[in-house]
């Protein structure tokens, strides 16, 4: 097979400053592009990412900026000729870009949602930010960050031809394991968000307050300045992606935290879930449906509903115990999500929408319709 020619229109690829769009595309297409493929990737020229790039000339693709719909007429051409272009969720004037991507595109065009339930909860209140449910339908295929029975709804509600489950991952090479001294006893990672800021408060904050013998820290951006944080949590503004391996091998243990509208959809592991469990760092993860087809709990992650069961894992187990789950976590997650796994679930279901496109062509032309 030659290799394929693709657009991507994403969030951001340039900054991961407040979103993690940016490490689940460069480890995504750095795989992809292992594979032969091309891919330029079209990200919008905002001051907030400007101010805040750590990536600004990626070897895997060609990185360019453009500064609204009207500006994507220089890539007009690169677009049209392209074997498949993907637009990303939470891109700005997504609904615009998208119209234009659907109208000026001659081979398959996918929808890829980072944010599905998220998206889904604000089509269902008409919030039209960046999808509406009028551009599903006429996108070829529609990845979707959440499995489950999510893709049942997009392809049986919203007339999506093609839902397909492309999970975060991980890039083993920039993750590895490190032998580092422990500062903390839980870690979490992760920008502020409302919605996560109780199951934080439950899982980590608290306990925290209750066992001032143990440190803890939470870093990403976004926490509001009013936020009553225990003298044993400390605070990072920010650890951009190069730190992170050093920041989950410094920890004993760290958290992930799910937003609400994911908890509910179930199937949607974070990308930080990846990364940690490629590091060799324990997990403790607040519950959802789907968290088991990933990392068995009690042997390879561990779930928590309340602060007594995040205390009793911090004080309680022994060192061989939590070394021997976070060792288990990693060849999982090596052996069944890595990028190069995403890869190569999204190079196959770019040639399954190629495919079905020709069938139907092909139809059309038997049948004069």
Known sequence: MNGLRVVVLGLSLS???????????????????ARGHDVLF???????????????????????FYSG???LERHRDRIADADAVIVGSYV?????????????????????????????????????EYLSPQLIPDYDVYFSFTGGPTLDCLMNRYGSPAARALYCSVDPELYPALV????????????????????LERLLIEPARRAPHLSFVV??????????????????????????????????FTLNVTRADMIRAGFSPSVRLFEAAA???????????GIDTLLDPDR?????????????????????????????????ILAEHTAAHRAGTLESCLMEAMGRRQREYRLALETGT
């Open 15 to 33: 900054s991961s400053w407040g979103n993690g769009h940016a490490t689940t595309f460069r480890a995504l297409l750095k795989a992809f592009a």
């Open 42 to 64: 079209l990200e919008r020229d905002v001051p907030w990412y400007a101010a805040h790039r750590d990536l600004v000339d990626p070897d895997f693709c060609r990185l360019e």
């Open 69 to 71: 719909v009207h500006d």
């Open 92 to 128: 700005p004037d997504g609904v615009d870009v998208g119209r234009w991507v659907q109208r000026h595109a001659r081979g398959v065009v996918a929808f890829y949602d980072i944010d599905t339930p998220v998206t889904l909860a604000k089509l269902e209140r008409g919030d039209y």
């Open 180 to 199: 580092r001294r422990k500062r903390w006893d839980l870690s979490y990672l992760g920008t502020y968000s409302p919605d996560r800021q109780p199951p």
């Open 219 to 252: 870093a990403g951006p976004q926490y509001p300045i009013d936020i009553d944080w225990p003298k044993n949590v400390e605070r990072i503004d920010h650890v951009p992606p190069s730190e992170h391996p050093a920041f989950y091998a410094e920890s004993r």
């Open 279 to 289: 590091c060799g760092t324990p997990i403790i993860s607040d519950i959802w449906d």
């Open 300 to 332: 390879e992650i561990i779930l928590a509903k309340t602060s007594n069961d995040v205390l009793g894992v911090l004080d309680a187990w022994p060192e061989a115990r939590r070394a021997a789950l976070g060792a288990a976590a990693q060849r999982r």
